[in-house]
């Protein structure tokens, strides 16, 4: 009783093909417009809704882009997607939202999931822990568009898949020559596992911009850590147990939540922020501008991300009159947002 009426219902129940209905649906011009009253009014009676999947199955491809982020918590991912999601409807394209919960085999499960949906194509963040990137393969050989953003797999080439991501090293490089700017000689990095392309570009940016202004990089100022409100707290628990001349005075976390997490320990313990030790983080999450101080911080273009994730997309579907493009990867500038956590 509760099962949804379908197509083949309406064609049964009104003595047509199939064929015909999906045809009168569709406002097919070799259908008479006596038929399609009959199986418009029909449909209405039975609450018949069309089947998006069910209808990109028998076409070989829907109408739907597929979308895996690492997690759906926080600012960023939120952001990005609510880009993705205005440029596709824009478009036309409806959106599955998919999170991997930074978890290698939930993507690899879901983007099976999405190629037997026949998904037009696949927008993705890499979780924390992909380190094997066998299951991108099927889709690239399919020939189903694969745009990576923010976190990509470095090499991975084809004609069906591009990138777009932030000049991490550039916001990395300007917020240490910033905290240097405002005299902080020993400064800190929290960061995440180096296999992950921004973790090894913001990285890098802190390790230049020390080399550029002639400070020598103390590893022991740089916490692998989880980049979460915890994880920065664990790390700046570490730091400054360290001796007065070896702890840092300053601080740059690869995320805004760790940089909170540190500077609350950094309060607890008795030191001032930014007069002791001056904080900067990376995202500009909503929250940093109602932490006490305000922090410091590295605006990602999130909307722009996503909805330039799904322009370079469209650039490599097939339509008629409409060749493929080559694609090629698109990196955004990263705009670093000044507050009192840093300025001494």
């Given at each position: 009783?509760n099962?949804?009426?379908?197509?083949?219902?309406?064609?049964?129940?009104?003595?047509?093909?199939?064929?015909?209905?999906?045809?009168?649906?569709?406002?097919?011009?070799?259908?008479?417009?006596?038929?399609?009253?009959?199986?418009?009014?029909?449909?209405?009676?039975?609450?018949?809704?069309?089947?998006?999947?069910?209808?990109?199955l028998?076409?070989?491809?829907s109408?739907?882009?597929?979308?895996?982020?690492?997690?759906?918590?926080?600012?960023f991912?939120p952001?990005?997607?609510?880009?993705?999601?205005?440029?596709?409807s824009?478009?036309?394209?409806?959106?599955?939202?998919?999170q991997?919960?930074?978890d290698?085999?939930?993507?690899?499960?879901?983007?099976?999931?999405?190629?037997?949906?026949?998904?037009?194509?696949?927008?993705?963040?890499?979780?924390?822990?992909?380190?094997?990137?066998?299951h991108?393969?099927?889709?690239?050989?399919?020939?189903?568009?694969?745009?990576?953003?923010?976190?990509?797999?470095?090499?991975?080439?084809?004609?069906?898949?591009?990138?777009?991501?932030?000049?991490?090293?550039?916001?990395?490089?300007?917020?240490?020559?910033?905290?240097?700017?405002?005299?902080?000689?020993?400064?800190?990095h929290?960061?995440?596992?180096?296999?992950?392309?921004?973790?090894?570009?913001?990285?890098?940016?802190?390790?230049?911009?020390?080399?550029?202004h002639?400070?020598?990089?103390?590893?022991?100022?740089?916490?692998?850590?989880?980049?979460?409100?915890?994880?920065?707290?664990?790390?700046?628990?570490?730091?400054?147990?360290?001796?007065?001349?070896?702890?840092?005075?300053?601080?740059?976390?690869?995320?805004?939540l760790?940089?909170?997490?540190?500077?609350?320990?950094?309060?607890?313990?008795?030191?001032?922020?930014p007069?002791?030790?001056?904080?900067?983080?990376?995202?500009?999450?909503?929250?940093?501008?109602?932490?006490?101080?305000?922090?410091t911080?590295?605006?990602?273009?999130?909307?722009?991300?996503?909805?330039?994730?799904?322009?370079?997309?469209q650039?490599?579907?097939p339509?008629?009159?409409?060749t493929?493009?080559?694609?090629?990867?698109?990196v955004?500038?990263?705009?670093?947002?000044?507050?009192?956590?840093?300025?001494?």
């Amino acid at each position: 009783m509760n099962r949804r009426a379908s197509i083949t219902d309406l064609a049964k129940a009104l003595g047509l093909s199939a064929s015909t209905i999906s045809r009168a649906l569709a406002d097919h011009h070799d259908v008479s417009e006596a038929t399609k009253a009959r199986v418009r009014q029909l449909a209405k009676e039975l609450h018949y809704q069309p089947n998006p999947l069910a209808a990109g199955l028998r076409r070989g491809r829907s109408n739907t882009l597929g979308v895996i982020v690492p997690h759906i918590t926080g600012y960023f991912f939120p952001e990005v997607i609510h880009g993705i999601a205005s440029e596709a409807s824009e478009a036309g394209f409806n959106v599955m939202i998919c999170q991997s919960n930074e978890d290698a085999q939930q993507e690899r499960q879901i983007i099976e999931l999405l190629m037997g949906a026949q998904v037009a194509g696949i927008l993705l963040s890499l979780s924390d822990t992909t380190t094997d990137f066998e299951h991108f393969e099927a889709v690239r050989q399919q020939g189903v568009p694969l745009v990576f953003f923010d976190r990509v797999v470095q090499g991975f080439k084809g004609t069906n898949v591009t990138s777009v991501t932030l000049n991490d090293y550039l916001g990395a490089y300007q917020v240490v020559e910033h905290l240097i700017a405002q005299g902080c000689r020993r400064i800190a990095h929290f960061t995440g596992p180096l296999h992950v392309n921004i973790h090894k570009n913001r990285h890098q940016g802190y390790l230049d911009a020390l080399a550029a202004h002639g400070l020598t990089p103390d590893p022991r100022l740089t916490a692998f850590c989880e980049l979460s409100q915890q994880g920065g707290a664990a790390a700046m628990r570490g730091l400054m147990r360290l001796s007065a001349t070896r702890r840092p005075d300053g601080v740059f976390s690869s995320n805004d939540l760790a940089a909170v997490g540190g500077m609350q320990v950094a309060k607890k313990l008795g030191f001032r922020v930014p007069e002791d030790v001056a904080i900067a983080g990376f995202s500009n999450e909503v929250f940093t501008q109602l932490t006490e101080p305000a922090l410091t911080t590295v605006d990602q273009r999130c909307e722009q991300m996503g909805r330039t994730a799904v322009q370079q997309l469209q650039k490599m579907l097939p339509s008629p009159g409409h060749t493929p493009a080559t694609p090629r990867g698109i990196v955004l500038k990263p705009k670093l947002v000044v507050r009192d956590s840093s300025q001494r």
